[in-house]
C-alpha cells in the first residue's frame, strides 16, 4: 500500500483484494477527507457508481463491459466486500464526495483485447495482484511484486509475507498514521522495482498509466491537490512520474476503439481465486472475507465456522476441538515467527485437531469457507440486455435462483411449475448458456422425470448477453437459434439432435423449420452410418413427445422411413470394415436397437413390420462370415435378449464363431460382441455354463504365438465385468461342469446348480410367494387395509416370476 502526500495528490497503491489494504484505504480517506476520489477503472461506468450505495447491492459483485458489435468480447472488474476499490467508492458515495474511474476506457481495451470465450472472466485491468506487470522485455516471465518482495525479506511463501505484514496488522494507536506509513512504504518498494523492471516489458501498461495522469491534470484542475487516487501499487511510481500532456497523448493516438456497454453483474468467491484463472486472483477469498469482517478475535471466530460446517456434515466436533485447535494454531504460529496465526497454521491446527489429520474434510473446508461459496447481488435497477430481464423474471416466478454452487433438482413434468423448469433449462442450453446440466438419474427413453445439476458462474452473464442477437426473450431467442442452426446443419445427425432439442425446449414454432430440414437431409443422405447416427435421437423425439403430449405426426413418418433404408443398407455396410470401423459400426447397432424398440411403441402402424423386418437384418448379421466378428456377436446377443434366438442357437453360432478354423483375432472380437459391452453379459456367461464352457475350451486353445494378439480383446471384454461376476466365473471355470450336466450338452440349469443359491429347477412355490410384493411395488393392487387378507392368487405372475 503506497501514500504520500508531500506534495500532489494523495496517492494509495492497493492490492485489489486485499482486506488490510482495505481498511487502509478507509483510514486514510477518513483522515484526510479528499474532495474527490479516483479510481483504477473503466471511465464508461461512472454512471453505474451510485448503484453501489444501493440496499440490495451485495457484493461480490463486478462491472461486466462487453463490445456490442460481439458480446463474446468481454471484460470484468471485481469487487469484494474486501476489495479497497469498493471500500474507497462506498466512502466517497457515502460522504457525498465525487468518485470517478481513471483507468484506459474499456472502449479502448476491448477492442484492443482478442477475442477469447475462455478468458472473458479475466480481471479488466489485465493487472496481477497489486497492479503488477510482466518483467522487461528481457525478462521473459512475468513479474509478481509480492513474491519478489517476499523473497527479498526471507520468506518462501508470497502470501505468508503479505499476511505478515499487511493482513496481520492489529489495528490500535493512530490507525490512519500507521496506514500512512505503510502506504509510504510500500510505494518506496514499488518504486525501486520499477526502476530494475520498468513497465515489465508489457506496452499497454504505459498506455494506461498515461490515460491515468491525464485524468489526474484534469482532477487538479477542478480540486487542486486535495482528492485521492485509490489504484494497483504498482501503477504509483508511474502517476507521480514527471511528463508532459503532449506525451501522454501521443501514447494514446490512433488507439483501436469499440462500442461498449457496461453493467454490474452478480461475482462469486470461486471467481476470485487464483486458481479460477483471474488474473488479480487471490488464494483464499473466504479467508480474507473473514478476516476483514471479523475484527476482534478472527482465529476463534474462524475455528468456530469450522467447527460449525463440519458438525453439517455430521462429524462429531466439539467445543473442546475449538478451544483445542485454537491453541495449536497459535503455538504454531509463535513457533514460525508469525505475529499472528495466517491460514496455513489455521489449517494445520484444523487438519490435526478436528479432521484426524485426515484431507479428505479439510477439502470441504478449503472449498467451503477458505474459498468459499458466497454469491453477490445486483439491484434490479442495473441495466441489463432484454433477455437477461427475462431470464431473471423467469427464475423468480419458476423460483429458481442462481447459486455458486452446485445444485441437484429432480422435476417432475407432470407439474405445470417442474415442466416450466425443464422447458427453461432446454432452452437455455440451446442458446449456450450452460446453466444446467441434464443428471444421471434422466431417462434417456423419455420418462415424467428429469434431473439436473445447476451451477451458476458469473460467465454466463457474458453467454446471454451472446444469445440476446436472437431475440429478447429467452423463447423468441431459442426459437430463432434453432431455427438458424437447421438451416445451417450439414449432417442429418445434426437436424434429428436439433428436433429432439426443440421438443424439450418446447418450441412449436421452430419445429416445422427443423422438420423442413431434417425432410431434405434424410432425403438427400444414403450414408447408412448418418442414417444410423440420426435415428436414436428422432426416436427419443417421439418418446418424449409422447411424454409430453407434443404433436410428433411428422417426425413418425421421417422416422419409419430411416428405419426402413437402415435395415435395407445395414447388412452391405458390415463387410470390409477394419476394426475401428466395425466397433464404430457395433455401437450404432445398438442405437439403432434401442430406436427400433422405442418406435415400435410410439408408430403402432408400422410396428409389428418394423421389429420384423429388424430381427431378419440381426439373423441375417449372424450368419454372414463377411461381417465383422464384434458385429455378428452383437446381432446374436440382441436377438438372444430378446428371446428371438434360444440358448441352444446361441450355443451353435458360438460354436462355430470359436471353431478352430476361425483366426483367432476374429473369434475374441466375436465374443466381444456377444458378451462385452451390453448389460449382464458377465451373467449369460454365469447361467449359461455351455456358453463359458465354449468359451474357456477356445481360450485354452488359443496358440501362444497368437495370444498376445487377441490378448486386448479379451481383457476389454472381460474387464468391463464387476468384481463379483469375475470372481464367479473363476469359480466356474476351475469347478468344472456338474456331474449329469456336461459342458455342451446340459441345461442352463446345470451352470446354476454350482453356485449357492440357486436350484437346477425352479420353484414355483417359492416364486409364487414374492407375487403380492411385486404387484404392490408396480401399482398394480391398492395397498391391503390392515387385517385383510393378501391375494396370493396370480397364476399369470407366478408363471413369468
Not at 479488466?124 to 503488477?132: I, L, S, V
Not at 516489458?201 to 491534470?217: C, F, K, N, S
Not at 494454531?329 to 508469525?338: K, Q
Not at 431467442?477 to 445451417?488: H, I, M, N, V, W
Request: hydrophobic letters at 45%; a negative charge.
Amino acid at each position: 500500500m503506497t501514500a504520500t502526500r508531500a506534495t500532489g495528490p494523495l496517492l494509495l497503491g492497493v492490492r485489489h483484494h486485499g482486506p488490510g489494504s482495505a481498511r487502509a484505504v478507509r483510514a486514510a480517506l477518513d483522515a484526510a477527507n479528499p474532495q474527490a476520489v479516483l479510481i483504477e477503472g473503466p471511465p464508461e461506468a461512472d454512471a453505474l457508481l451510485p448503484l453501489a450505495a444501493d440496499e440490495e447491492m451485495r457484493p461480490p459483485v463486478a462491472l461486466l463491459a462487453h463490445a456490442v458489435d460481439d458480446p463474446g468480447r468481454a471484460a470484468f472488474w471485481p469487487f469484494a466486500e474486501f476489495s479497497p476499490e469498493w471500500i474507497a467508492i462506498r466512502w466517497a458515495l457515502a460522504h457525498d464526495v465525487p468518485v470517478r474511474f481513471i483507468d484506459l476506457p474499456a472502449a479502448h481495451s476491448l477492442a484492443m483485447e482478442e477475442p477469447d470465450r475462455e478468458a472473458a472472466a479475466t480481471d479488466g485491468d489485465g493487472d496481477g495482484e497489486t497492479g503488477e506487470q510482466p518483467a522487461p522485455e528481457s525478462v521473459t516471465a512475468p513479474v509478481d511484486p509480492i513474491r519478489v518482495l517476499a523473497e527479498t525479506a526471507g520468506y518462501d511463501d508470497p502470501e505468508r509475507w503479505w499476511e505478515d505484514v499487511v493482513e496481520h496488522r492489529v489495528p490500535g494507536g493512530d490507525e490512519a498514521v500507521g496506514a500512512l506509513d505503510a502506504f509510504a512504504a510500500l510505494g518506496e518498494a514499488m518504486t525501486a522495482l520499477r526502476e530494475a523492471y520498468g513497465d515489465g516489458g508489457h506496452p499497454r501498461d504505459a498506455v494506461r498509466e498515461a490515460y491515468m495522469r491525464i485524468q489526474l491534470r484534469t482532477a487538479a484542475k477542478e480540486f487542486g491537490d486535495d482528492f485521492a487516487v485509490v489504484c494497483g501499487a504498482w501503477h504509483v511510481p508511474a502517476l507521480r512520474t514527471r511528463t508532459t500532456l503532449t506525451a501522454d497523448r501521443a501514447l494514446l493516438k490512433g488507439l483501436p476503439k469499440a462500442k461498449a456497454e457496461l453493467t454490474w453483474v452478480p461475482w462469486n468467491h470461486r471467481r476470485l481465486a487464483r486458481h479460477s484463472g483471474y488474473g488479480a486472483g487471490i488464494e483464499s477469498p473466504g479467508w480474507y472475507e473473514h478476516l476483514f469482517t471479523a475484527r476482534d478475535r478472527p482465529i476463534e471466530r474462524w475455528m468456530t465456522k469450522v467447527a460449525g460446517l463440519l458438525r453439517d456434515e455430521d462429524r462429531f466436533v466439539s467445543s473442546a476441538h475449538v478451544i483445542e485447535a485454537v491453541r495449536l494454531a497459535e503455538t504454531l504460529a509463535a513457533m514460525r515467527g508469525r505475529p499472528l496465526a495466517g491460514l496455513s497454521e489455521t489449517t494445520d491446527a484444523v487438519r490435526a485437531v478436528m479432521c484426524d489429520g485426515s484431507d479428505i474434510p479439510l477439502a470441504l473446508v478449503h472449498d467451503r469457507l477458505v474459498v468459499g461459496t458466497t454469491l453477490g447481488e445486483v439491484p434490479d435497477t442495473a441495466p441489463a440486455v432484454p433477455l437477461q430481464r427475462d431470464l431473471t423474471r423467469l427464475q423468480r416466478t419458476l423460483r429458481l435462483k442462481p447459486e455458486a454452487g452446485d445444485r441437484d433438482i429432480e422435476l417432475d413434468l407432470r407439474k405445470d411449475t417442474d415442466a416450466a423448469r425443464s422447458r427453461l433449462l432446454h432452452r437455455l442450453r440451446l442458446l449456450g448458456v450452460g446453466w444446467g446440466e441434464p443428471g444421471t438419474g434422466r431417462n434417456g427413453t423419455g420418462t415424467f422425470r428429469e434431473s439436473w445439476r445447476l451451477r451458476w458462474e458469473p460467465e454466463l452473464y457474458v453467454r446471454v448477453a451472446e444469445a440476446g442477437v436472437w431475440g429478447t426473450t429467452v423463447l423468441s431467442a431459442a426459437t430463432a437459434r434453432a431455427e438458424s442452426d437447421a438451416l445451417g446443419a450439414t449432417a442429418l445427425a445434426e437436424v434429428t439432435a436439433l428436433a429432439e432439442r426443440c421438443l424439450l425446449a418446447d418450441l412449436p414454432d421452430a419445429l416445422p423449420v427443423v422438420m423442413r430440414a431434417l425432410a431434405d437431409r434424410a432425403a438427400l443422405d444414403s450414408d447408412v452410418g448418418h442414417l444410423a447416427d440420426a435415428l436414436p435421437a428422432l426416436a427419443r423425439t417421439l418418446r418424449y413427445g409422447d411424454v409430453r403430449a407434443t404433436d410428433t405426426t411428422a417426425l413418425a413418418g421421417v422416422a419409419a422411413g430411416l428405419a426402413e433404408r437402415i435395415c435395407v443398407g445395414l447388412p452391405p455396410a458390415c463387410t470390409g470394415l477394419d476394426a475401428e470401423g466395425a466397433e464404430a459400426l457395433r455401437r450404432q447397432v445398438d442405437g439403432v436397437h434401442t430406436a427400433i424398440g422405442l418406435l415400435a411403441g410410439t408408430v403402432p402402424s408400422s410396428a409389428d413390420g418394423l421389429r420384423t423386418r429388424w430381427r431378419a437384418v440381426l439373423h441375417k448379421l449372424t450368419l454372414r462370415d463377411t461381417v465383422a466378428g464384434v458385429i455378428r456377436g452383437r446381432a446374436a446377443r440382441l436377438l438372444l435378449d430378446d428371446g428371438h434366438l434360444d440358448h441352444d442357437a446361441a450355443a451353435r453360432l458360438m460354436g462355430l464363431a470359436l471353431s478352430p478354423g476361425t483366426p483367432p483375432a476374429d473369434a475374441a472380437a466375436w465374443i466381444e460382441g456377444f458378451v462385452g459391452g451390453a448389460a449382464g453379459g458377465g451373467m449369460l456367461l454365469v447361467h449359461d455354463e455351455r456358453l463359458l464352457a465354449l468359451v474357456d475350451s477356445w481360450l485354452t486353445g488359443v496358440p501362444a504365438d497368437t495370444f498376445n494378439d487377441v490378448l486386448p480383446l479379451l481383457r476389454r471384454t472381460f474387464s468391463a465385468y464387476e468384481s463379483g461376476v469375475r470372481r464367479t466365473l473363476g469359480d466356474l471355470v476351475r469347478r468344472g461342469p456338474v456331474a449329469g450336466h456336461p459342458a455342451g450338452t446340459g441345461s442352463p440349469a446345470g451352470a446354476a446348480a454350482t453356485m449357492p443359491g440357486f436350484a437346477p429347477v425352479l420353484d414355483t412355490a417359492r416364486a409364487d410367494a414374492v407375487v403380492p410384493v411385486l404387484r404392490l411395488l408396480l401399482g398394480l393392487d391398492e395397498r391391503p387395509a390392515p387385517g385383510a387378507p393378501a391375494h396370493h392368487d396370480h397364476p399369470h405372475l407366478g408363471e413369468t416370476a
